[in-house]
Nanobody, 123 residues
Framework: VQLQASGGGSVQLGGSLRLSCDVS????????IGWFRQAPGKAREGVAC????????VYADSAKGRFTISKNNAENTVYLQMNSLKPEDTAVYYC?????????????????WGQGTQVTVSS
């Protein structure tokens, strides 16, 4: 397993979680690391992405203002800080690596995936 996602859990409406994606074992060049989520019966959707070159970040509209993606190069870890969580944020969250230029929101452009971590937000 080259990517290891962790940090999920159960929180109440308005709570916070920080997800981590350990990429220390990933040795290939890549262009971006993204966080995706998939709720039961729904398609996998992009949440946020950080570029490997300039560490610029982009977010889905649903995440803007509440989630922050960051990359700690010393720790080889990408974080997703999630605040003001809502029940609709409930999903399995995945981190993924795109080796080449990607449309950040399109999961098909990502080549390697972590195993997923469950986030449950109750009202």
């Amino acid at each position: 397993v080259q990517l290891q996602a962790s940090g999920g859990g159960s929180v109440q409406l308005g709570g916070s979680l920080r997800l981590s994606c350990d990429v220390s074992k990933f040795t290939l060049d890549y262009t971006a690391i993204g966080w995706f989520r998939q709720a039961p019966g729904k398609a996998r959707e992009g949440v946020a992405c950080v570029s490997s070159s300039d560490e610029s970040a982009v977010y889905a509209d649903s995440a803007k203002g509440r989630f922050t993606i960051s990359k700690n190069n010393a720790e080889n870890t990408v974080y997703l800080q999630m605040n003001s969580l809502k029940p609709e944020d409930t999903a399995v969250y995945y981190c993924a690596v795109a080796r080449y230029r990607a449309q950040w929101w399109d999961f098909r452009d990502y080549d390697y995936w972590g195993q997923g971590t469950q986030v449950t937000v109750s009202s």
